[in-house]
Structures are given as structure tokens and as C-alpha cells.
């Protein structure tokens, strides 16, 4: 049960991580 709730963690912050980025491209390239 842990190892899958720290998979599921990491994998919503990698996530959360390009979103971020991608949304940073976008302004920028604006």
C-alpha cells in the first residue's frame, strides 16, 4: 500500500511538473 501511494505521489508531481511548464512555454512564447 505505501509503495503504490509514493508512486502515485511521485507520478502527480511529474505531472503537475510539466503541465507547469508547458503553461510557462506557452506565456512566454505569447
Avoid: H, N, P
Amino acid at each position: 500500500m505505501t509503495v503504490t501511494l509514493t508512486i502515485a505521489a511521485i507520478v502527480a508531481i511529474l505531472l503537475l511538473g510539466t503541465c507547469s511548464v508547458v503553461v510557462l512555454r506557452r506565456r512566454t512564447r505569447g
